[in-house]
């Protein structure tokens, strides 16, 4: 089982900037394919962003498209999302998953979840 921890979540003002992090401290993330997921309070887990294990394929969800980026540092076995300009309905428990073949938004293909971090959004 890979152990994925998220870090970088908090209270942030509209319009700011925040950056997630996750991690597998026991294993390596370079042939699994990363998934950023969101749950917001009373509502259904929903697609962030897909990161594939190697290539330029990444790409986000139409409702934070051109706001927010999913990258990876293979080196630090790392993997990122940038959030720019967010908004109050952004306020959700962010999640890393990752899976081998699982590129793309459908959960379900996403084997390893992390604990997800809170980030909220208010002024």
């Known amino acids: 089982q890979v152990q994925l921890v998220e870090s970088g979540g908090g209270l942030v003002q509209p319009g700011n900037s925040l950056r997630l992090s996750c991690t597998a401290s026991?294993?390596?993330?370079?042939?699994?394919?990363m998934g950023w997921f969101r749950q917001a309070q009373g509502k259904e887990r929903e697609f962030v962003a897909t990161?594939?294990?190697?290539?330029?394929?990444?790409f986000s969800a139409d409702s934070v498209k051109g706001r927010f980026t999913g990258f990876r540092d293979s080196a630090k076995n790392m993997v990122y999302l940038q959030m720019n300009n967010l908004k109050p309905e952004d306020t959700a428990v962010y999640y890393c998953?990752?899976?081998?073949?699982?590129?793309?938004?459908?959960?379900?293909?996403?084997?390893?979840w992390g604990p997800g971090t809170q980030v909220t959004v208010s002024s």
């Open positions: 998953a990752a899976g081998i073949g699982a590129w793309g938004s459908d959960p379900s293909r996403y084997n390893h």
């Open positions: 990161i594939p294990w190697r290539g330029d394929d990444a």
């Open positions: 026991q294993d390596s993330l370079s042939a699994f394919d």
